[in-house]
């Protein structure tokens, strides 16, 4: 999952694909949009300075104004030496990625050079956030946007950014945790994702503020719930005992889809592994011992059909409508 030679763009786009069909098959029971239209990927004319940009992955559009989420493969945080601490160890690890969406840092340092348009590029890790000015010829320069002027465009046009990190293990950072499951009565801890003197971070914490002390941030999925028994009564939202609330099916439905993303991003990188010159050893990720596969294809096969049948029923969305 460290390797650059792998496609990580792929992964991004598959996870941020999830968070899309899952807020779009939500829409107004989340109460950050009217309808499932106003459930947008990657809008532009959100930046002044680059009309071009694209800095929301997925972008929530109601009454209230708009609000974005920014989805981030991260790499494998490092093993703890005491077993007891992996946890915080591995929460510090998606901090540090948060903030850096949030102060921009993950976007480009140079200058900004007047005249011309500006094009978007694909950086190494999925993202398309660097933003290249376009000469009179048409061709792009070396010269690119600063990440912090486009983090300060948003916030001077009050769209809030919540960055959403997964790992390898599947496991999701704390802002996005606290977006989908978070307790107002337990604010966000702003303080503790440390935003220093580094560059961006004034913009960063002022981005972080507005993100994350807003209650309609906060817990949609039990709000969606909530809303549900309000309209509907006892009446399930899917068609399993597993997903009778909009809190379950999406718990299920992301827990499902990123098991098969994942899954699939091994045998792209296994296939890919083949094709090594004669010598080299395949990552250490690879190498299962044959009763390890065994478990894995076992539990992998049931995860499949399951999650099948949740494709089925639940996403309302066409293939058309999401690019591969």
Same mark, same amino acid.
């Given at each position: 999952?460290?390797?650059?030679?792998?496609?990580?763009?792929?992964?991004?786009?598959?996870?941020?694909?999830?968070?899309? #069909?899952?807020?779009?098959?939500?829409?107004?029971?989340?109460?950050?949009?009217?309808?499932?239209?106003?459930?947008?990927?990657?809008?532009?004319?959100?930046?002044?300075?680059?009309?071009?940009?694209?800095?929301?992955?997925?972008?929530?559009?109601?009454?209230?104004?708009?609000?974005?989420?920014?989805?981030?493969?991260?790499?494998?945080?490092?093993?703890?030496?005491?077993?007891?601490?992996?946890?915080?160890?591995?929460?510090?690890?998606?901090?540090?990625?948060?903030? !850096?969406?949030?102060?921009?840092?993950?976007? #480009?340092?140079?200058?900004?050079?007047?005249?011309? @348009?500006?094009?978007?590029?694909?950086?190494?890790?999925?993202?398309?956030?660097?933003?290249?000015?376009?000469?009179?010829?048409?061709?792009?320069?070396? !010269?690119?946007?600063?990440?912090?002027?486009?983090? !300060?465009?948003?916030?001077?046009?009050?769209?809030?950014?919540?960055?959403?990190?997964?790992?390898?293990?599947?496991?999701? @950072?704390?802002?996005?945790?606290?977006?989908?499951? @978070?307790? /107002?009565?337990?604010?966000?801890?702003?303080?503790?994702?440390?935003?220093?003197?580094?560059?961006?971070?004034?913009? @960063?914490?002022?981005?972080?503020?507005?993100?994350?002390?807003?209650?309609?941030?906060?817990?949609?999925?039990?709000?969606?719930?909530? /809303?549900?028994?309000?309209?509907?009564?006892?009446?399930?939202?899917?068609?399993?005992?597993?997903?009778?609330?909009?809190?379950?099916?999406?718990?299920?439905?992301?827990?499902?889809?990123?098991?098969?993303?994942?899954?699939?991003?091994?045998?792209?990188?296994?296939?890919?592994?083949?094709?090594?010159?004669?010598? /080299?050893?395949?990552?250490?990720?690879?190498?299962?011992?044959?009763?390890?596969?065994?478990?894995?294809?076992?539990?992998? #096969?049931?995860?499949?059909?399951?999650?099948?049948?949740?494709?089925?029923?639940?996403?309302?969305?066409?293939?058309? /409508?999401?690019?591969?």
């Amino acid at each position: 999952f460290d390797c650059k030679a792998y496609d990580r763009l792929w992964l991004h786009t598959q996870c941020r694909n999830v968070t899309y #069909s899952t807020l779009r098959t939500l829409n107004s029971l989340t109460g950050l949009t009217d309808s499932k239209d106003g459930v947008i990927l990657e809008p532009t004319e959100l930046v002044d300075d680059c009309p071009g940009a694209r800095p929301l992955d997925v972008a929530l559009d109601s009454d209230y104004g708009i609000m974005g989420i920014d989805v981030r493969t991260v790499k494998t945080p490092n093993a703890s030496k005491v077993s007891s601490y992996q946890a915080t160890m591995t929460s510090n690890h998606h901090l540090r990625y948060e903030r !850096e969406k949030w102060q921009g840092t993950t976007r #480009s340092k140079q200058t900004i050079k007047p005249g011309g @348009g500006y094009t978007v590029q694909t950086t190494d890790d999925g993202d398309e956030d660097d933003i290249s000015i376009i000469s009179d010829d048409g061709i792009p320069s070396n !010269e690119q946007v600063p990440g912090e002027v486009v983090i !300060e465009n948003l916030l001077g046009n009050n769209i809030p950014l919540i960055p959403a990190t997964i790992n390898p293990f599947m496991r999701q @950072g704390k802002a996005i945790t606290y977006f989908w499951y @978070g307790n /107002e009565k337990k604010p966000f801890d702003i303080e503790g994702v440390r935003f220093k003197k580094a560059k961006g971070a004034k913009v @960063g914490k002022e981005m972080c503020t507005m993100a994350m002390t807003n209650p309609r941030h906060c817990g949609i999925l039990h709000k969606a719930s909530k /809303e549900w028994r309000k309209q509907y009564g006892n009446k399930p939202f899917g068609l399993t005992y597993r997903d009778t609330s909009p809190r379950s099916w999406a718990t299920t439905f992301t827990a499902t889809q990123h098991t098969n993303i994942f899954t699939e991003y091994i045998m792209r990188c296994t296939r890919r592994n083949k094709g090594r010159p004669d010598g /080299e050893s395949p990552p250490p990720h690879l190498l299962f011992d044959p009763r390890t596969q065994h478990k894995f294809w076992k539990s992998l #096969s049931k995860k499949v059909r399951f999650n099948d049948t949740s494709l089925e029923n639940h996403v309302t969305y066409n293939d058309s /409508e999401v690019p591969s």
